[in-house]
């Protein structure tokens, strides 16, 4: 996961077996030819989605641009070479200013892929300075009545996807021994699971709120099949979210959480013997098989969550799992080896509901897809 600073001591260590780590070595082969064209054949792009497997300039929305140089940040976390970490400053570079913005809830996405890992890996004080920045902007969206970081989309709500970043307000408030952050990062994730969680471990994409009072109002969706539906890719945020926050803050409440998120992936994925799942997980009869961006995400989340589950049983299925999802990924179905597709993971889907991005390459999909192998390399 990026964030490599824990608080919360894990209880094992599980390994990848080698044809797995086979699979992981390919994967950021791949990758690096990938990355290696992207940027220089188009300097500069920080891209969202491809268009017939072609990178396009981002036009709908900034949110992602962190994950290029995130992934350049792992290649080089990988392979040591120099190269990598010089393109990983520059392309974090160019969103070194997103420190300071209040517009958004994806900062975590934005800073701590970027410059959190330039500081974990070479020591790089303005790394550290600018993913401090970015929590304390983050945290700035914090609605104080109802409890909640607010997400990009609308005033008075949040949504299940800002899970993923709200650790870094948590990470925040403990290096810099900011209480204030860290009550707000407690009483959001409390606040998501209250009301977005739901008891079967399914998930909503997002709440409205009264502006006024705080009173929780409605449920909704932007990127699933239904209000009442489980969009995939905001599920497995939930499950790296609330694992995440675990590992800073070592609350039972928030691993439950993610525990009752994983069952819930599982017996989905398991039902329908496929390790990807469509871009909503309650839709009888989806129009797509399969949202690669949400395997991705759910791959590592399940990986790092296996080391902190308790049980025994449960740890070693949930692990399982995680390895046939990301061996799924790997596989010539969805790892686009091809010259001629420039992504590196096909079949992700960024927006269903408007068209956007569908059953194409993600920039998000690839970095976390990355960070899975990175994962199961070190294991």
């Known amino acids: 996961?990026?964030?490599?600073?824990?608080?919360?001591?894990?209880?094992?260590?599980?390994?990848?077996?080698?044809?797995?780590?086979?699979?992981?070595r390919a994967a950021f082969d791949v990758a690096a030819g990938k990355l290696a064209a992207l940027t220089t054949n188009h300097p500069d792009l920080l891209v969202l989605s491809t268009e017939g497997g072609k990178w396009v300039q981002a036009t709908w929305t900034d949110w992602s641009q962190g994950f290029l140089g995130g992934q350049l940040w792992l290649l080089f976390e990988q392979t040591g070479e120099e190269r990598w970490k010089d393109l990983a400053r520059h392309y974090s570079n160019l969103v070194y200013d997103r420190q300071w913005d209040d517009r958004t809830h994806n900062l975590a996405l934005l800073i701590a892929t970027t410059h959190k890992q330039a500081w974990e890996?070479?020591?790089?004080?303005?790394?550290?300075?600018?993913?401090?920045?970015?929590?304390?902007?983050l945290a700035s969206r914090f609605d104080r009545t109802g409890k909640f970081l607010v997400t990009d989309d609308r005033p008075s709500a949040t949504a299940i996807n800002v899970m993923a970043n709200t650790p870094l307000v948590m990470w925040t408030g403990l290096e810099t021994s900011d209480d204030e952050l860290i009550d707000m990062a407690r009483q959001h994730s409390a606040?998501?699971?209250?009301?977005?969680?739901?008891?079967?471990?399914?998930t909503a994409h997002s709440a409205d709120f009264d502006a006024v009072t705080g009173e929780y109002l409605r449920a909704a969706t932007a990127?699933?099949?239904?209000s009442d539906g489980t969009w995939a890719r905001g599920l497995a945020l939930s499950i790296y979210g609330f694992t995440a926050m675990y590992s800073l803050d070592p609350n039972s409440d928030w691993l439950d959480v993610?525990?009752?998120?994983?069952?819930?992936w599982m017996h989905e994925t398991s039902r329908r013997g496929d390790m990807v799942p469509p871009n909503d997980l309650a839709e009888p009869r989806p129009a797509r098989p399969w949202d690669s961006s949400?395997?991705?995400?759910?791959?590592?989340?399940?990986?790092?969550?296996?080391?902190?589950?308790?049980?025994?049983?449960e740890a070693r299925a949930i692990h399982e799992h995680a390895l046939a999802t990301f061996q799924r990924l790997a596989s010539p179905e969805f790892l686009a080896s091809e010259d001629g597709w420039e992504g590196v993971l096909k079949h992700a889907v960024l927006n269903e509901r408007i068209g956007l991005g569908v059953d194409e390459s993600m920039a998000l999909a690839d970095y976390f897809f990355l960070e899975a192998a990175r994962d199961i390399l070190a294991s």
């Open 1 to 24: 996961m990026f964030w490599k600073t824990t608080r919360t001591p894990t209880l094992r260590s599980l390994t990848a077996p080698d044809e797995v780590k086979a699979d992981a």
């Open 121 to 137: 890996l070479t020591s790089d004080a303005a790394g550290w300075r600018a993913s401090i920045q970015a929590g304390r902007s």
């Open 191 to 202: 606040t998501t699971r209250r009301f977005l969680v739901r008891g079967d471990g399914s």
């Open 223 to 226: 990127r699933g099949w239904r």
């Open 258 to 264: 993610a525990r009752l998120n994983a069952r819930h």
């Open 294 to 313: 949400s395997a991705a995400v759910a791959a590592g989340a399940l990986f790092h969550l296996a080391q902190y589950v308790p049980d025994e049983e």
